[in-house]
């Protein structure tokens, strides 16, 4: 039996693995700008940080995570999330933080066991931001100019920051009785899973895809009308920071996350080439969370980027252009004409790297492979420069360079080798 990767799971490898570690990289440069830094946190925790954060009535919970008891009968999973661990780590290690506002960011797998279809995976990747200790609108208008222009130069394009407020501890509580008593005589139409959620967390209704709950949500009262004048200072505040810094948002009232945790204002980056459904990031505050889980009361907010559908929405042309550059980098394929040759052929190869130039030669063969099958492969892997190496350059210690692009050759001495590619890498 031949053994395949698990469902739900993929290798990724070159040529694929560039755009991934070239989004990464433009994040990381980016987070460092905003002077954000880097957390790494473990894979697996107890269940129950997640519990108690995500909240226990949400799918992520009730269904997707990978939870499962240790050799030490302890109930652990694979993080499905990274906020519940970063307020973990935060709180943890309350003596080692710098900063009044600790901005931290992390990048990795996440975890669900979700039926795998388009576009969902069960181990899938997020970059994101926690900056936690701030209850400042210029903290929430912060991190969306940080994701925006992380989208920016990841090129792409069409995408809209769709808001909503959630209210606070002190006007959502109403907010729900409002909607919990408007639900009430149509509880009969609501698809089965609305009818859970009208006990465990009525708010997760008003995002119900099921198209009988949709028309019922249409006329349901909305949070905007029922927040507290706190509430509606920091929403109105966060909108014209936004508009004065061309973020292209769009008020949705029924935008709720699969979290319980979020509070006040809350997005979602919807890629219009993506379909409506999936987003390619999503965020908000979470002002009660670092409390729930035990820490001294820390207002919060931040987002996740979900990196394969930041890959999927971007184009094909665009993902060339982005990892384009890397490729232009100066690479150069040693061909031996024989045997006795290929010792020089790799002590040239060695000295070009010491250099960090970046080089190759082929080692397919136990033996030498002809000059036309080394030459077809320097063509194969887009080699700029050849040095031929045969019996003639060793007597006179001089190397053969055939520029791949122009045809031209021409003859150097050894010893001015690297000052010769130095040289033309200055020059591109
Ligand atoms: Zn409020
Ligand atoms: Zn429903």
Redesign the pocket.
Known sequence: MTLNSLKGTKDIFWPEIEIWRHLEDISRQVFNIYSYREIRTPIIEYTSLFARSVGKSTDIIQKEMYSFKDKGHRQICLRPEETASVVRAYIQHGALRHRKVEKLFYIGPMFRSERPQAGRMRQFHQIGVEAIGSKSPLMDAEIMLLLNDILNKSKVKNYIFKINNLGCDKCRPHYNDILKKTIKPHLAR??????K?YNLNVLR?LD???E???RIVSNLPIMADYLCSDCKQHFEKLRKLLSKFKIPIEIDTHLVRGLDYYTGATFEVVAKNLGAKDAVAAGGRYDKLVEELGGSAAAACGFAIGLERLISSISEKDKDDLVGEQRKSLFIYVVCLDEKTRLMGFEILSELRKNNICAEMDYSGAECHSLKSQMRQANNLGAKYVIIIGEDEIREKVLTIKNMESGKQEKIAQDKLTYFFNKTAVKK
């Not at 609501?190 to 009818?195: E, H, N, Q, T």
């Open positions: 609501l698809c089965s899973d609305c009818k959620r209704i119900c895809k099921n009988s709950c949709k």
